[in-house]
């Protein structure tokens, strides 16, 4: 078994960093997302990013031009014969349900079938496709071109041949691979998570000031950004998702009270970087208190 013809399905954020990383590593990748102007979208942006690459010298224009040669575009319905289809639409758990359903109808049964999901389990998402198919959970993070982890998440009795074209497709990818079980955010959501609900409570409680949090967890233990630094990177309202999502599966108060603390956020607009307004007032690149 080995893996060549990729298909992704959702050029958001993590849908067009890894469609890039496949394309720069020589995969085909077919795209294909609810329309053609989001596709056009993603495309665009993708090519954008490789002209700032070729720009600052660090790839050359034919590099370029032969990353983008092997993206191409197909329909839900042409996806017969491809040897993974990785699925990086809304983290919303019938969208992703019926998506797999349509897919189980569509793709051949040699196909591999990989979620990207941050925070559901692969039995949810599956449930009775994994008697049946080869279905897997894929986690890349964001920026997918910076950060190398992907959490592999294998079905039980998962086979061996499987296993081994997986993770010789992402070592050709340049991804650390995390093996883990099927659990509620995996590994580094579960922990991250647990982080910022904690922080919240801080926050709430009067113990120091956000932006401080952001600074102690920063200085005092080496992270790249604090808590809600990276809330406002992740999105405030994908966050919120991610925490609800979290609380109902483990049970845990603490994320369910920080999932609703974001309610006032993203009904004023704040999501974070992307709206230019969240725990921070963005401009450019550089943050301001408020």
């Not at 081994?164 to 050709?172: E, G, P, T, Y």
Request: hydrophobic content about 40%; glycine content about 8%.
């Amino acid at each position: 078994m080995q893996i060549s013809r990729v298909a992704v399905i959702g050029m958001g954020t993590m849908g067009k960093g890894i469609c890039q990383l496949l394309a720069s590593n020589g995969f085909g990748v077919s795209v294909l997302d609810v329309s053609e102007d989001v596709v056009d979208v993603g495309i665009s942006d993708v090519a954008s990013n490789l002209e700032r690459l070729t720009e600052k010298g660090k790839i050359t224009n034919s590099k370029s031009a032969e990353i983008m040669s092997n993206i191409s575009r197909k329909r839900i319905d042409d996806l017969v014969n491809e040897d993974l289809i990785i699925e990086c639409v809304n983290e919303n758990l019938s969208v992703k349900r019926q998506l797999f359903t349509n897919l189980d109808s569509i793709a051949g049964r040699n196909v591999i079938l990989a979620t990207n999901t941050s925070s559901f389990t692969i039995r949810e998402i599956f449930g009775d496709l994994l008697g049946h198919r080869m279905a897997v959970g894929m986690h890349f993070f964001n920026p997918v071109m910076v950060l190398p982890l992907v959490e592999l998440v294998l079905p039980r009795n998962c086979p061996k041949q499987l296993s081994d074209a997986l993770k010789d497709f992402l070592f050709k990818n340049g991804r650390k691979i995390v093996e883990v079980r099927d659990s509620p955010g995996f590994v580094v959501n579960r922990i991250l998570f647990k982080m910022i609900a904690e922080s919240l409570l801080l926050s709430e409680e009067g113990v120091t000031s956000r932006e401080e949090i952001d600074m102690a967890m920063k200085s005092g233990a080496n992270f790249p950004m604090g808590p809600f630094e990276l809330v406002d990177f992740i999105g405030v309202d994908v966050s919120k998702g991610i925490l609800e999502n979290l609380a109902r599966q483990t049970g845990s108060q603490d994320m369910a009270n920080a999932s609703n603390t974001l309610d006032s956020f993203i009904s004023k607009g704040w999501l974070g970087r992307k709206s230019g307004r969240g725990f921070y007032e963005y401009a450019g690149q550089s943050r301001t208190r408020y």
